[in-house]
């Protein structure tokens, strides 16, 4: 047997590929087979991740199977479904028992924190890459989609932005910072928590939602292109965390919230009647700004007026957006 | 606009990514919504090629495109399922304009072929590789699965096996063969033909099923293996096609059938009593063996001998099983 079998059969047996519910069928076969309950839609998103591309080389195991999973997860947080289960394609130089190790438990502690059920995947001899599929299902026509924001509802989002993008220095050891500030940052880099109790929530009130993962301001772009309408973020509203402008000042602190991804926070549109009710719920709720007849993306200062756009988008780690 | 958001344009424009049956939402949100008829499950497998190791760097864009899809379209004929849909993550070294639109260009065709939708993916810059998933649709508790054959059944198979090894030196270009020998061979190669139909009608029939990926004798372990029985395979019932015997002779046409992978016929047990039907309806169809109580593959010989099991399982085109 060859060591990718070996490994093959070390993920097999993992917890997170056990029983679950909506697993008609996991690991060992041509296929898994999912129940999907009736009058439900299953909804599908994939990802990859790429040393050097999309996290720094020497990153830790752990934390890359964590990150992997969450990053995949908030692709079904942002359409309101229920986590059902995930696929693993991972490509590595070598078989490495610790490096294995550490990366299923990073894995296997964001499936259980997000419930999702490992059902299949591949491993395969190369440079190092994940692909991550991952499943969940959504009342039928309830998905919250890009689509349906219109003009007079108000934009929000789910919780602090700019944390991740501010926690990169750190990620890369090009600076240092007090463990206070550190490590909640790091903490947002490498463990974002996938919105989906907010996403599920959402379902039937939000008229437009995404999770923040290109950069809150082309994420917007992407909200308005899809809906026909224009978006208004107002610069002086944007949630920032404590650590974030201890570590950056208000300036810099902003710069990261508007085009700084990897936050995982959901952006969604909402008719302003609503608003109370999810303010009660989901106190890290901000509300940033609105939507208008038009197109495109503003960004607006206290006194409401127009601010121009940053130039491009988020870099990833590495050096292209993709 | 960078130029990876540009393929990722091109593949949402591709014939393959419109409008099918089943698919409620396609590329351009966070997920794909897939609908099911009520009563189905969902299957779904995922596989990753690297350059280097499933497939030669140099090989043709077109062909890969073409083979990579019907490699995974595969394991959904091999659980009786019904395509629906797929999703690709393609990770490539730069964005080359030719290179893509071949490589498109056969995706589009095996997708036709299947009646497989594109529904979303991702594209990254790094080594080449690919990852697939694929899904289908099957009546729920009837799909195929590994594990139900029983003593008494007849193992078959769907097709003429050894053709895809045999091609191997002929795509390296290690040898070389006169056009009616190797445009066959090589036919087999690039572009296997998922027996999604056969797969269908064994719904029902066969107590066990599988595609042939690892080698025949590889692939009849794990039915062994999950059905808790012995499999013996005839050697001298081995269906061998006419330029596999001309290029290589009757010996080592043999070693080709019992230890090459990548011909993705399906191998499946079935009871004596069905099998005049599926004869009349697939003539391609050839038993090549039986279900004993027991464990393990035995190979027999024409006398009903026991044959050594040659050592080792497929090896693809690079120099690991993996």
Redesign the interface.
């Known amino acids: 047997m060859?060591?990718?079998?070996l490994i093959r059969r070390y993920f097999a047996a993992a917890p997170c590929a056990q029983a679950a519910e909506g697993v008609?069928?996991g690991i060992?076969?041509?296929?898994?087979?999912?129940?999907?309950p009736?009058g439900e839609?299953?909804?599908?998103?994939?990802?990859?991740?790429?040393?050097?591309?999309?996290f720094p080389d020497a990153c830790e195991a752990f934390l890359l199977g964590q990150r992997a999973l969450a990053v995949s997860a908030s692709?079904?947080a942002?359409?309101g479904?229920t986590p059902l289960?995930f696929?693993?394609?991972l490509?590595l130089p070598c078989a490495d028992e610790d490096w294995l190790r550490g990366f299923a438990d990073g894995l296997a502690l964001m499936a259980a924190a997000c419930g999702l059920a490992l059902?299949?995947?591949?491993?395969?001899?190369?440079?190092l890459?994940l692909?991550l599929?991952v499943?969940?299902r959504?009342p039928?026509g309830q998905?919250l989609?890009?689509?349906g924001a219109r003009p007079g509802d108000l934009l929000c989002v789910g919780g602090s932005l700019g944390d991740a993008a501010g926690a990169l220095p750190l990620v890369l050891r090009e600076r240092r910072a007090a463990a206070r500030i550190a490590r909640p940052l790091l903490e947002r880099y490498w463990a974002p928590q996938p919105q989906l109790a907010l996403g599920q929530a959402l379902r039937g009130s939000a008229t437009a939602a995404?999770?923040v993962s290109d950069g809150l301001l082309a994420d917007c772009g992407h909200i308005a292109r899809?809906s026909g309408v224009a978006l208004l973020v107002e610069r002086e509203r944007l949630p920032l965390s404590a650590p974030l402008l201890a570590l950056l000042g208000r300036e810099a602190a902003q710069a990261c919230a508007l085009g700084g991804g990897d936050d995982y926070r959901l952006a969604f549109t909402l008719p302003p009647s609503l608003l109370p009710a999810f303010q009660r719920d989901w106190p890290e709720l901000a509300v940033i700004g609105r939507v208008e007849a038009g197109a495109g993306v503003q960004l607006l200062d206290a006194q409401g007026l127009s601010l121009d756009l940053p130039a491009g988008g988020y870099q990833h780690f590495g050096a292209?957006?993709?």
């Open positions: 060859g060591e990718f079998e008609a069928l060992g076969d041509d296929c898994a087979l999912l129940d999907l009736p839609q299953l909804a599908v998103s994939t990802d990859t991740l790429v040393a050097g591309v999309h692709d079904l942002a359409m479904a289960a696929t693993l394609a490509t059902v299949g995947g591949d491993t395969t001899r190369g440079p890459s692909t599929s499943f969940g959504v039928r998905a989609t890009r689509s995404l999770d899809a292209t957006h993709d």
